[in-house]
């Protein structure tokens, strides 16, 4: 198998490692609100895989770690539905102050 050197914790460290990294550089980089936001939840993905990894280092897993990211993608599914929500309340704005200044 291919991960025979390494074990499957420092893969799943790498993977949330290198989603936080595309998701920054998203971040930085895009200037669209919407991306935006995808690359902040790619962040968060990232974070969440981490946890996880890292509650499964030891034999028994610890269910604190398990518990927090439950919560925390609780929490995320809310803030983006609520960033959502602003950004399209933003672009309409956008849309009606337009409208306005042709006429």
């Given at each position: 198998?291919?991960?025979?050197?390494?074990?499957?914790?420092?893969?799943?460290?790498a993977l949330g490692i290198a989603l936080i990294s595309?998701?920054?550089?998203?971040?930085?980089?895009?200037?669209?609100?919407?991306?935006?936001?995808?690359?902040?939840?790619?962040?968060?993905?990232?974070?969440?895989?981490?946890?996880?990894?890292?509650?499964?280092?030891?034999?028994?897993?610890?269910?604190?770690?398990?518990?927090?990211?439950?919560?925390?993608?609780?929490?995320?599914?809310?803030?983006?539905?609520?960033?959502?929500?602003?950004?399209?309340?933003?672009?309409?704005?956008?849309?009606?102050?337009?409208?306005?200044?042709?006429?």
């Amino acid at each position: 198998m291919i991960f025979n050197s390494i074990n499957m914790v420092t893969c799943y460290l790498a993977l949330g490692i290198a989603l936080i990294s595309l998701g920054l550089h998203g971040l930085i980089s895009l200037h669209d609100p919407i991306r935006r936001l995808i690359a902040v939840n790619i962040m968060g993905s990232g974070t969440f895989l981490i946890m996880v990894a890292l509650a499964r280092r030891e034999e028994t897993p610890d269910p604190l770690l398990h518990a927090l990211v439950v919560t925390g993608l609780v929490v995320a599914i809310s803030a983006t539905a609520f960033a959502l929500r602003l950004i399209t309340a933003g672009t309409q704005d956008e849309i009606v102050s337009s409208d306005k200044s042709d006429t």
